[in-house]
C-alpha cells in the first residue's frame, strides 16, 4: 500500500531541502556543522569554541526539527543567555521558515514556541495553563520580582524587621553589623547588609536548598562535617543565622494563601514543582536545546532533565573555557560532566560534537588563547582521573594569514603603556583600519581599577572620546540630575536626623548637587521658575487643606475610620475654615457623590480618612510631573537632538528615568496625598526607599540592544560585558586579576549542594580567572593589544608573565600595512516591520513612533495598550476554547 | 453539538478568562485600569460572543501570523512585512478576520487604511502561500454610542434595539491592484524610520477632524492623550492659537491633564492600589 502523506513528503522534499535553504541564507557549514546540524536523535553535547559558528548551527539545526521532521514549534523548548540571543534567534529562524514557506507553502508559527531566557520560559510555564494543565485557582500566578523589586522588598523596614527578628539580637547590638560579619565583612552599612543576604538567598535558591533541612544538618552535624567548618574557618553559628534569614526571607515572600511572590532564583524552583507535579511534563516538549550550557546553574539542569525525559532529545551547546558566571550560581560541571549526567537522568550517552574552527580571528589569536590555556593543571584530584574541562577540542583558525595580529606594550610604567597605547588606536583609526571608535574595544577584568583612568585620559589626550557604560552610576549621568534636581525644587529634600553619614554620604552630596543644578536652569528659564513655584504652591494647598479637613473631625469628634456619610458629614467639611477653591471643588464632585453612594449600598462605604486623602490628592504622579517638564527649553532640547539625529545620548537617558519613575508609579506611590506630603512620608518613600536604592544599586547607562556602542565613541567594557560580542580590534587593558579565595557564600553552600565532580574550592578562583581572560583574548578579530605593565607596584599573572616574555612582538615591531582593514558587513537578516506597531503607528504619528516605540519612553496613562492587549489575549482564549471544544466534540462522534 | 455552546457556560469561560488576563497583564505591566474601563472591555468580549457566535463557532486558527518577506523599500533596504489575524473556514469558505478595539466609524471614515491592510494579508495568503481565500473582514469590538448611552441608561429594551442595529463586521474586497502600492507606501516608511525621519504631524493635520462624522480634532483625540505632547513644536502652536490671552494658554498647556471623570476615575484607581504606605519605608 502506498502512503499517500509520505509521498508527498518526499515530493516536497525534493524542491526543498536543507542545501536549498543554506544556499537562500548564504551559509555553507563544514562538516562538524552539518553533523550537527542533522543529529536530531537522543541527546547532543556540542562544544562551541570562539567564533565557530554556533549560531548558525543553533538556527539550522531547528529549522531542520521543524521543516524536515515535522516538529512543530510548540514542541520545541530553546533556551538562551540572554533576550537579545533569543529575539535574534527567533527573527533569524522566521527569516529561514519564510523561506520554507515561500517553497512549500508551508506555514510555521513560531509565537508557541517556548524560545526565551531560562528565566521568561520558567515565567511561561508557570502561566501556560493549556500545556501544563494547572488549575489556576489552586496555584495563582506568583508574582515576579526583579532585582531592583526584591531589593526594595528585602530593604524596607517591614521585611528587614521580620529578618532581623530571627537573630534574637540584643537591643543595643547594631543588626547591620552583625548581619555584614556573618557574610564576612566588617561593615555598618544597612545597603550592604541587604545585599549580602540578597546574594545568600539567591544562591541558595538556585542550589535548591532547604534552609530548615540545612539548619538541623548543622545541629546534629558530624565529626567530619566540623572538621570542614573548621578548616574553612565558618562558624556553625554563622551558618545557622545565615539560613535563618533565608528561611525568613522566603516566608515574607508569602502575603496570603493567594497572593504571593517570587524573585528570579525562586522562579526557577516554581517551575520546577509545576513540571513535577503535572502529568507527563516529560513528553511535552520533543527537543530541548540549551545555549550557553556552561552558564546554567543546579536548578536550571533539574529543570531541563526533566522536560527532555521523555523523548530524551537533550541538546546542549556551550564552552566550557567561557564560564563567566560562577558568582551568579552557575556550575560550568553541569556542562563538563553532561555525558555522566545523561547517564544519572537518561540512562543513555550523548553524541558529542565539537565545532573547532575559528572563523573570527586571525591565526596568532588563536594560538595564543588556546596556548594559554594549557597553562593551567585541569586535571582531577580524585582516583578515576578525567580533567575539569574538555580536553579534546582542537580549536584552530580558520584564515590561513600568519602575521602578527597579537602584540604586547613595551613593559613599562602604566603612564607610558597607556600613552603607547592610544598612540596606536589612534593609528589605527586614523589609517582607516577600521570603521569607527566604537570598533575598538578596551576590556578590563573590573572598570574600577586605576588603570581604567590613566588609560581614559591617555585617549582623550589625543582627542579620543570614551564610552564606560558599567564605570559610572545612572544617576550620575546629566539628564538624572536636571530631572530629579527640579523634582527637589518642587518637593524639598528630606531632612535627615543626625546628617547625611555612613551609608547616605555619598548620596546626600549627589541630591545637593542635583539642587545645585537645578537651580542654575530655573535662572536661565524664568518659564520653568514659574512652572516650579506653581507646583510648590499646589502642594502647599492641597497640604493646607489636609489640615483645615483634620481640624473640622476633630472639632466633631469624628474618627478618621468611620464611614463617610454624605447628608451628616459633606456639608461640615465643605465648609471647613480655610478649605481652597480646588479642595471644595473635588469634595463637590458629583462623580464622587455617586461613588460615595454605591461603595456604601455594595456594604463598603469609604472611610472618612479616604475622603480626606482623596481631596487633597494631587493632579499628577511623578511621572506625569515629568512629562511636563519636557516642555521646558532645556528639556526640549534633548528630544530635538535625537529627532534630528545628532545625538541618542540624552533622549535614551531620559526614557530609563520614565521606566525608573513608572516603577514608582507602580509599586509605590501611585497618587500623592496631603496626609504623605505633611508628614514628611512621601520623602522617605521617594529619597530613600526608591532613589537611594536605585543610587546605591548603580544600574548602567542606556545601552541600546541593536547597536549598544554610540558612534564615535570607544567602548570600555568589563570582559563579563564582552560575553558573546566581536570587535576587529581588542585592547585587554590590565592582565592581572587579583585570586580572591572562595568568599564565605560559597564555602557555607557547598556542604549542602549536590557537589557531583565539582571543581574544588581551592582551585575555582585560578580555574576562573584563566576563563575570563580567555574570553577576552578570544574577542578580537583582527588585531588583540595586551597592556604589560612593570615597575614598582605593579605585577602581572601567570600565564602572562611567562607568555610575554622577551621574543613576544611588541607594539613596536608592529607593521600598521600588515593590519588588514576592517569593512562590516551587511546585516544577513532582514528586519520585520509590523503592519500595526510599526507602519500604522508611524503613519499616525512620526513623533510618538520615535518617543514610544524607538526609544522606549513609558506612557504615564497607558490604559490604551493594556486595553487592547486585554481584549485580543481574551478573544484568542475564547476561540482556543472553542475549537478545543469543537475538537472534544468530533473526537466523541 | 449545540450541547457544547451553552450560553452561559461560555460567558462563564468569559468573565474567567479576562480576569485572569487582567490580573497576568498587570503584573506584567504594572499598569491597570479604572473600574469603568475594565467593565467595559468585558463587555466588548461579552459582545462580540453575541453578536459574531457564528464567525466565533468557526474559527479554525487563532492569531495567525501571516508574513511577507523579501521585500525591497525605494532605496532598497531589505525588510519583511508581518501581521495577525483569524482564519475561519466554514462550509469550504475560507475568510480572514481581522479583529479591531476600534469604533465602527473611525474604521469606515478610515476604510482605504483597513483595506490596505486586509490586501497585504490577502496577498501573503493567497498569492504567497497559494491557500484558498473568499473574502475579509474587520470586526469592530467598541461598541457605538447608542449601545454606550442604552448602557448608561440601564433600560433593557433600549439597548436591545440599539444592539440589534450595531453590525460590528466591516467586509473587506480584495483588490489585488492596490497591494503594489501598499507595499511600496510601506517601503517608504520602513526608509523614513531607518532615515530616522521624525516629525511630527502638521499643525493642520492636527486641526482636522478625527474621524468623518464628528468634529473631534486630531489633536484632542490623539495629541491630548499623548505624553509626548508638551515637547512637540507642532502640538505647541496648535495649542496656542487658540483663545484667550497668551500666559493663560501657557498655563493651561502645561496643566492640561484630564478633567472631569478621566480624572476623577484616575484617582479611584490609584487610591485604590495604594499599599501600606508605612511597609514601603
Known amino acids: 500500500?502506498?502512503?499517500?502523506?509520505?509521498?508527498?513528503?518526499?515530493?516536497?522534499?525534493?524542491?526543498?531541502?536543507?542545501?536549498?535553504?543554506?544556499?537562500?541564507?548564504?551559509?555553507?557549514?563544514?562538516?562538524?556543522?552539518?553533523?550537527?546540524?542533522?543529529?536530531?536523535?537522543?541527546?547532543?553535547?556540542?562544544?562551541?569554541?570562539?567564533?565557530?559558528?554556533?549560531?548558525?548551527?543553533?538556527?539550522?539545526?531547528?529549522?531542520?526539527?521543524?521543516?524536515?521532521?515535522?516538529?512543530?514549534?510548540?514542541?520545541?523548548?530553546?533556551?538562551?543567555?540572554?533576550?537579545?540571543?533569543?529575539?535574534?534567534?527567533?527573527?533569524?529562524?522566521?527569516?529561514?521558515?519564510?523561506?520554507?514557506?515561500?517553497?512549500?507553502?508551508?506555514?510555521?508559527?513560531?509565537?508557541?514556541m517556548y524560545i526565551g531566557t531560562v528565566h521568561s520560559l520558567c515565567r511561561r510555564i508557570l502561566n501556560d495553563r493549556r500545556k501544563f494543565l494547572q488549575d489556576f485557582h489552586v496555584s495563582p500566578t506568583p508574582n515576579l520580582m526583579d532585582e531592583l523589586s526584591q531589593?526594595?522588598?528585602?530593604?524596607?523596614?517591614?521585611?528587614?524587621?521580620?529578618?532581623?527578628?530571627?537573630?534574637?539580637?540584643?537591643?543595643?547590638?547594631?543588626?547591620?553589623?552583625?548581619?555584614?560579619?556573618?557574610?564576612?565583612?566588617?561593615?555598618?552599612?544597612?545597603?550592604?547588609?541587604?545585599?549580602?543576604?540578597?546574594?545568600?538567598?539567591n544562591r541558595c535558591s538556585e542550589e535548591c536548598i532547604d534552609p530548615l533541612e540545612a539548619i538541623s544538618m548543622l545541629k546534629a552535624s558530624d565529626d567530619e562535617f566540623d572538621t570542614y567548618l573548621q578548616s574553612n574557618s565558618l562558624e556553625k553559628d554563622a551558618l545557622v543565622q545565615a539560613f535563618s534569614l533565608y528561611n525568613a526571607y522566603r516566608e515574607s515572600l508569602i502575603q496570603s494563601e493567594k497572593l504571593r511572590n517570587t524573585d528570579f532564583s525562586l522562579l526557577q524552583q516554581d517551575a520546577y514543582r509545576v513540571l513535577l507535579e503535572g502529568e507527563d511534563t516529560g513528553n511535552v516538549f520533543k527537543h530541548v536545546i540549551i545555549d550557553e550550557y556552561q552558564d546554567t546553574n543546579t536548578i536550571q539542569e533539574?529543570?531541563?532533565?526533566?522536560?527532555?525525559?521523555?523523548?530524551?532529545?537533550?541538546?546542549?551547546?556551550?564552552?566550557?573555557?567561557?564560564?563567566?558566571?560562577?558568582?551568579?550560581?552557575?556550575?560550568?560541571?553541569?556542562?563538563?560532566?553532561?555525558?555522566?549526567?545523561?547517564?544519572?537522568?537518561?540512562?543513555?550517552?550523548?553524541?558529542?560534537?565539537?565545532?573547532?574552527?575559528?572563523?573570527?580571528?586571525?591565526?596568532?589569536?588563536?594560538?595564543?588563547?588556546?596556548?594559554?590555556?594549557?597553562?593551567?593543571?585541569?586535571?582531577?584530584?580524585?582516583?578515576?582521573?578525567?580533567?575539569?574541562?574538555?580536553?579534546?577540542?582542537?580549536?584552530?583558525?580558520?584564515?590561513?594569514?600568519?602575521?602578527?595580529?597579537?602584540?604586547?606594550?613595551?613593559?613599562?610604567?602604566?603612564?607610558?603603556?597607556?600613552?603607547?597605547?592610544?598612540?596606536?588606536?589612534?593609528?589605527?583609526?586614523?589609517?582607516?583600519?577600521?570603521?569607527?571608535?566604537?570598533?575598538?574595544?578596551?576590556?578590563?577584568?573590573?572598570?574600577?581599577?586605576?588603570?581604567?583612568?590613566?588609560?581614559?585620559?591617555?585617549?582623550?589626550?589625543?582627542?579620543?572620546?570614551?564610552?564606560?557604560?558599567?564605570?559610572?552610576?545612572?544617576?550620575?549621568?546629566?539628564?538624572?540630575?536636571?530631572?530629579?534636581?527640579?523634582?527637589?525644587?518642587?518637593?524639598?529634600?528630606?531632612?535627615?536626623?543626625?546628617?547625611?553619614?555612613?551609608?547616605?554620604?555619598?548620596?546626600?552630596?549627589?541630591?545637593?548637587?542635583?539642587?545645585?543644578?537645578?537651580?542654575?536652569?530655573?535662572?536661565?528659564?524664568?518659564?520653568?521658575?514659574?512652572?516650579?513655584?506653581?507646583?510648590?504652591?499646589?502642594?502647599?494647598?492641597?497640604?493646607?487643606?489636609?489640615?483645615?479637613?483634620?481640624?473640622?473631625?476633630?472639632?466633631?469628634?469624628?474618627?478618621?475610620?468611620?464611614?463617610?456619610?454624605?447628608?451628616?458629614?459633606?456639608?461640615?467639611?465643605?465648609?471647613?475654615?480655610?478649605?481652597?477653591?480646588?479642595?471644595?471643588?473635588?469634595?463637590?464632585?458629583?462623580?464622587?457623590?455617586?461613588?460615595?453612594?454605591?461603595?456604601?449600598?455594595?456594604?463598603?462605604?469609604?472611610?472618612?480618612?479616604?475622603?480626606?486623602?482623596?481631596?487633597?490628592?494631587?493632579?499628577?504622579?511623578?511621572?506625569?510631573?515629568?512629562?511636563?517638564?519636557?516642555?521646558?527649553?532645556?528639556?526640549?532640547?534633548?528630544?530635538?537632538?535625537?529627532?534630528?539625529?545628532?545625538?541618542?545620548?540624552?533622549i535614551c537617558n531620559l526614557s530609563l528615568i520614565t521606566q525608573y519613575l513608572a516603577r514608582f508609579v507602580d509599586e509605590f506611590l501611585p497618587v500623592l496625598t496631603a496626609d504623605l506630603l505633611v508628614e514628611g512620608v512621601f520623602h522617605k518613600v521617594f529619597y530613600f526607599s526608591f532613589l537611594f536604592s536605585i543610587y546605591r544599586l548603580g544600574e548602567s547607562e542606556y545601552e541600546d540592544a541593536e547597536d549598544p556602542f554610540p558612534k564615535g565613541r570607544i567602548p570600555f567594557l568589563t570582559v563579563h560585558q564582552s560575553k558573546g560580542l566581536e570587535f576587529p580590534v581588542?585592547?585587554?587593558?590590565?592582565?592581572?586579576?587579583?585570586?580572591?579565595?572562595?568568599?564565605?557564600?560559597?564555602?557555607?553552600?557547598?556542604?549542602?549542594?549536590?557537589?557531583?565532580?565539582?571543581?574544588?574550592?581551592?582551585?575555582?578562583?585560578e580555574f576562573d580567572s584563566m576563563r575570563m581572560f580567555y574570553v577576552a583574548l578570544s574577542r578580537a578579530q583582527n588585531l588583540m593589544i595586551v597592556a604589560h605593565y612593570k615597575g614598582r607596584g605593579q605585577s602581572t599573572n601567570e600565564p602572562f608573565k611567562t607568555l610575554l616574555d622577551d621574543s613576544f612582538p611588541r607594539i613596536p615591531e608592529l607593521d600598521l600595512v600588515t593590519v588588514?582593514?576592517?569593512?562590516?558587513?551587511?546585516?544577513?537578516?532582514?528586519?520585520?516591520?509590523?503592519?500595526?506597531?510599526?507602519?500604522?503607528?508611524?503613519?499616525?504619528?512620526?513623533?510618538?513612533?520615535?518617543?514610544?516605540?524607538?526609544?522606549?519612553?513609558?506612557?504615564?496613562?497607558?490604559?490604551?495598550?493594556?486595553?487592547?492587549?486585554?481584549?485580543?489575549?481574551?478573544?484568542?482564549?475564547?476561540?482556543?476554547?472553542?475549537?478545543?471544544?469543537?475538537?472534544?466534540?468530533?473526537?466523541?462522534? | 453539538m449545540e450541547a457544547n455552546w451553552k450560553d452561559n457556560e461560555i460567558q462563564d469561560f468569559i468573565r474567567q478568562a479576562y480576569q485572569q488576563n487582567f490580573d497576568l497583564l498587570r503584573l506584567e505591566s504594572g499598569i491597570s485600569l479604572t473600574p469603568e474601563v475594565k467593565r467595559a472591555g468585558l463587555l466588548q468580549v461579552l459582545f462580540y460572543w453575541q453578536k459574531m457566535r457564528d464567525v466565533a463557532l468557526n474559527v479554525s486558527e487563532t492569531e495567525v501570523r501571516l508574513s511577507l518577506p523579501q521585500q525591497e523599500s525605494p532605496k532598497e533596504r531589505e525588510f519583511g512585512i508581518e501581521g495577525v489575524v483569524d482564519i475561519v473556514r466554514e462550509g469550504g469558505k475560507t475568510i480572514i478576520y481581522d479583529i479591531k478595539t476600534h469604533d465602527g466609524d473611525y474604521v469606515r471614515s478610515h476604510i482605504d487604511q483597513y483595506e490596505d491592510q486586509l490586501n497585504v494579508y490577502a496577498h501573503i495568503w493567497k498569492e504567497l502561500q497559494k491557500q484558498p481565500l473568499d473574502g475579509t473582514a474587520v470586526i469592530c469590538t467598541d461598541f457605538p454610542d447608542d449601545v454606550k448611552e442604552a448602557l448608561t441608561s440601564g433600560n433593557e429594551a433600549q439597548l436591545e434595539r440599539a444592539l440589534d442595529r450595531w453590525d460590528p463586521l466591516i467586509e473587506i474586497a480584495f483588490d489585488r491592484r492596490k497591494v503594489k502600492d501598499t507595499i511600496h507606501s510601506f517601503g517608504e516608511v520602513v526608509d523614513q524610520i531607518e532615515d530616522r525621519e521624525f516629525e511630527p504631524r502638521s499643525v493642520e493635520e492636527l486641526r482636522g477632524s478625527y474621524t468623518d462624522r464628528s468634529n473631534v480634532s486630531f489633536g484632542t483625540h490623539v495629541c491630548r492623550n499623548c505624553d509626548a505632547r508638551f515637547s512637540c513644536a507642532a502640538y505647541r502652536v496648535y495649542v496656542r492659537h487658540g483663545r484667550g490671552r497668551a500666559d493663560q494658554i501657557f498655563e493651561n498647556y502645561y496643566n492640561d491633564l484630564e478633567v472631569g471623570e478621566p480624572l476623577e476615575e484616575w484617582r479611584t484607581t490609584g487610591l485604590d492600589s495604594v499599599g501600606d504606605v508605612e511597609g514601603m519605608i
Open chain 1, 820 to 893: 588588514p582593514s576592517f569593512s562590516s558587513k551587511e546585516n544577513d537578516l532582514p528586519k520585520m516591520y509590523s503592519y500595526t506597531a510599526d507602519y500604522l503607528t508611524y503613519k499616525k504619528c512620526p513623533r510618538q513612533y520615535m518617543i514610544f516605540r524607538k526609544y522606549g519612553f513609558v506612557p504615564s496613562r497607558a490604559q490604551t495598550m493594556f486595553f487592547g492587549s486585554l481584549i485580543h489575549r481574551t478573544l484568542e482564549d475564547l476561540h482556543h476554547e472553542i475549537i478545543r471544544r469543537r475538537e472534544e466534540v468530533s473526537n466523541g462522534s
Open chain 1, 730 to 765: 581588542v585592547v585587554l587593558g590590565n592582565p592581572r586579576r587579583r585570586l580572591h579565595p572562595a568568599g564565605f557564600i560559597e564555602k557555607a553552600i557547598f556542604p549542602f549542594c549536590e557537589n557531583e565532580n565539582s571543581e574544588p574550592l581551592s582551585r575555582q578562583a
Open chain 1, 1 to 112: 500500500m502506498v502512503d499517500f502523506n509520505s509521498q508527498i513528503s518526499i515530493m516536497v522534499k525534493s524542491m526543498l531541502n536543507l542545501e536549498t535553504l543554506w544556499k537562500l541564507s548564504k551559509f555553507t557549514p563544514n562538516e562538524q556543522q552539518r553533523d550537527a546540524i542533522l543529529y536530531v536523535d537522543g541527546p547532543l553535547c556540542i562544544t562551541a569554541g570562539p567564533g565557530s559558528g554556533r549560531t548558525r548551527v543553533l538556527l539550522c539545526r531547528t529549522l531542520n526539527l521543524i521543516v524536515f521532521h515535522g516538529v512543530k514549534p510548540e514542541e520545541i523548548f530553546l533556551s538562551t543567555f540572554t533576550e537579545k540571543a533569543a529575539h535574534q534567534l527567533k527573527e533569524g529562524l522566521r527569516g529561514l521558515l519564510d523561506y520554507a514557506t515561500n517553497i512549500n507553502g508551508q506555514p510555521y508559527d513560531l509565537s508557541k
Open chain 1, 302 to 650: 533539574k529543570i531541563f532533565f526533566q522536560l527532555a525525559k521523555g523523548h530524551k532529545h537533550i541538546c546542549v551547546v556551550g564552552d566550557d573555557d567561557q564560564a563567566l558566571y560562577r558568582f551568579r550560581g552557575a556550575t560550568v560541571e553541569n556542562f563538563v560532566d553532561f555525558p555522566s549526567r545523561c547517564q544519572k537522568y537518561l540512562k543513555t550517552e550523548p553524541k558529542r560534537i565539537s565545532l573547532s574552527t575559528n572563523y573570527r580571528s586571525r591565526k596568532k589569536i588563536v594560538d595564543f588563547y588556546t596556548n594559554f590555556m594549557t597553562y593551567a593543571n585541569w586535571r582531577r584530584n580524585s582516583g578515576d582521573g578525567g580533567f575539569y574541562r574538555f580536553m579534546d577540542k582542537d580549536i584552530h583558525a580558520n584564515k590561513p594569514d600568519d602575521g602578527i595580529s597579537i602584540v604586547a606594550s613595551t613593559p613599562s610604567s602604566p603612564a607610558n603603556v597607556c600613552s603607547e597605547i592610544a598612540q596606536l588606536v589612534k593609528d589605527l583609526i586614523d589609517q582607516g583600519k577600521v570603521e569607527d571608535p566604537n570598533q575598538i574595544a578596551f576590556l578590563y577584568p573590573s572598570l574600577k581599577a586605576t588603570h581604567v583612568e590613566t588609560m581614559r585620559n591617555a585617549l582623550e589626550r589625543l582627542g579620543l572620546r570614551v564610552y564606560a557604560p558599567r564605570a559610572g552610576r545612572f544617576l550620575e549621568v546629566d539628564e538624572s540630575y536636571d530631572v530629579f534636581g527640579v523634582f527637589a525644587l518642587i518637593f524639598g529634600l528630606p531632612e535627615i536626623q543626625g546628617g547625611w553619614g555612613g551609608d547616605y554620604g555619598e548620596f546626600g552630596d549627589w541630591l545637593r548637587q542635583t539642587e545645585i543644578n537645578a537651580k542654575q536652569l530655573l535662572k536661565e528659564d524664568p518659564a520653568l521658575k514659574q512652572f516650579v513655584a506653581d507646583k510648590r504652591a499646589e502642594i502647599e494647598t492641597a497640604c493646607s487643606d489636609s489640615q483645615a479637613l483634620m481640624r473640622v473631625a476633630d472639632r466633631e469628634n469624628w474618627s478618621l475610620t468611620e464611614p463617610y456619610d454624605l447628608r451628616q458629614m459633606k456639608r461640615k467639611v465643605y465648609s471647613a475654615p480655610g478649605l481652597s477653591e480646588t479642595g471644595r471643588k473635588l469634595l463637590g464632585s458629583a462623580y464622587l457623590d455617586r461613588t460615595v453612594e454605591r461603595r456604601a449600598t455594595e456594604g463598603r462605604p469609604f472611610p472618612l480618612d479616604y475622603i480626606l486623602k482623596r481631596v487633597t490628592s494631587l493632579d499628577w504622579s511623578v511621572l506625569d510631573l515629568f512629562y511636563r517638564l519636557t516642555g521646558f527649553t532645556h528639556f526640549k532640547a534633548m528630544f530635538d537632538l535625537a529627532q534630528s539625529g545628532e545625538d541618542e545620548g540624552p
Open chain 1, 151 to 201: 531589593y526594595f522588598h528585602v530593604s524596607r523596614t517591614k521585611t528587614w524587621r521580620k529578618l532581623v527578628s530571627v537573630l534574637n539580637l540584643d537591643e543595643d547590638t547594631d543588626p547591620h553589623l552583625i548581619i555584614n560579619s556573618i557574610f564576612g565583612v566588617q561593615k555598618m552599612s544597612k545597603h550592604s547588609a541587604v545585599t549580602n543576604c540578597i546574594a545568600f538567598f
